[in-house]
Nanobody, 119 residues
Framework: QVQLVESGGGLVQPGGSLSLSCVASGSIFGIGAMAWYRQAPGKEREFIADSTSGGSTHYADSVKGRFCISRDNVKNTVYLQMNSLSPEDTAVYYC?????????????WGQGTQVTVSS
């Protein structure tokens, strides 16, 4: 069984920064893409950023230049550094990983961590 656990969410003032982490554990034989998504109240879940196993990164236009995704393949961890936060960034943030387990690749999601940007 594979589990993803996020941490680092919380309350931050506009213009502030926050760093999220997501650690995968369990029967892991390889990890492909790692990604972050978010879902604001009343809205659909949206893509934020991803990091491929080949080292490429991609960002949604809404966060480009403000957010930075990184990964530690040894620790099975993906990070999201968020800067210049605004109230529009308020959402539940989810990580997703494509993981090789039991001989097959599967997608796994974390449980989500709340990020609230407010003064």
């Amino acid at each position: 069984q594979v589990q993803l656990v996020e941490s680092g969410g919380g309350l931050v003032q506009p213009g502030g920064s926050l760093s999220l982490s997501c650690v995968a554990s369990g029967s892991i034989f390889g990890i492909g893409a790692m990604a972050w998504y978010r879902q604001a109240p009343g809205k659909e879940r949206e893509f934020i950023a991803d990091s491929t196993s080949g080292g490429s990164t991609h960002y949604a236009d809404s966060v480009k230049g403000r957010f930075c995704i990184s990964r530690d393949n040894v620790k099975n961890t993906v990070y999201l550094q968020m800067n210049s936060l605004s109230p529009e960034d308020t959402a539940v943030y989810y990580c997703k990983m494509t993981i090789l387990t039991l001989g097959r690749w599967h997608e796994y999601w974390g449980q989500g961590t709340q990020v609230t940007v407010s003064s």
